[in-house]
C-alpha cells in the first residue's frame, strides 16, 4: 500500500488544478496536484524524481528544472517536492524509501533543505545550531548513502549559512549555492525564477548524460 507523506495543504488539492499555491497568490501560474497531492502526474514506471522544497516544487513557475531535464533526456518526472511547507530533511525519508521500494531504473535529484530544522510532533522547529543542525544532517546524509546504494543519485543544495560540514560531502553535492539568478515572484527574493531553473536544468543534465552520479555503495 502507498503510504506517500503528503503535508495537507497539498493533500486536499489532490487531483485539483489551481491558480493560486501558497505564497504565489498572482493567479498567473496553474498548479495541477495529481492523485496523491504532489504536483504534475506520477509516474508508476522508470522515472527521474525530483525530491526538495518550494524551489523543486517549482513555485511561481509553470516548469521546473526537473520538468526541463525530464524533457532533455526523454523520462518521465515525479516532482515529489514539498511547496511552500515549513518541514526538515528527515520528512524526505518516507517518500524516498516508497520510491525505491518500486524498484525501478530512476534518477533521483535531492534537494538539501536548509539544515536548521528539526521536528516536534506535527511542528518544525528553526534555529537549531550549527553543532546540532550539522550532526542531524549528517544522520540524515547516512541515511542516504545506505538507502541508494547503487542508484542513480544527484545532491543539490541552497542555504544561507555555513555550517562547515566534511569536504568529503560537499564534494558530492552537485550544485550548491549557485544559479540563484533571479525570482519567480515579485518581492519574493528567497523564490528562483526560470532563469535559475533553466541554468540549474543545464547543470544536472549534463552531469546525467555524463553518467556522472553519486553512486552511494554499502
Known sequence: ????????????????????????????VEYCFNQYGFRNTYNSGSSINIIGNSVSFGIGLRQSFGDIISQSINLPC????????????????????QLIDRDCDDIFVIQINNLDRLRD???????????????RFLDYFDQIHHMFDGRRLLFVYWDNQDYD?????????AISNQFHLDHSINHQSYTFGMQSHRAIANTLTSLINANKFYYSST
Not at 78 to 97: M, R
Not at 165 to 173: A, D, E, G, R, T
Open 165 to 173: 560540514l566534511p569536504q568529503s560531502i560537499v564534494k558530492k553535492i
Open 1 to 28: 500500500m502507498e503510504k506517500w507523506f503528503v503535508p495537507e495543504h497539498m493533500k486536499q488539492l489532490a487531483g485539483l488544478t489551481v491558480r493560486n499555491f501558497g505564497y504565489d497568490q498572482t493567479n498567473t
Open 121 to 135: 510532533g506535527n511542528a518544525v522547529t528553526t534555529g537549531l545550531s550549527k553543532t546540532t543542525a550539522r550532526d
Open 78 to 97: 515525479n516532482n515529489l517536492s514539498l511547496g511552500c511547507y515549513l518541514h526538515e530533511n528527515h520528512d524526505y525519508i518516507s517518500n524516498l524509501q
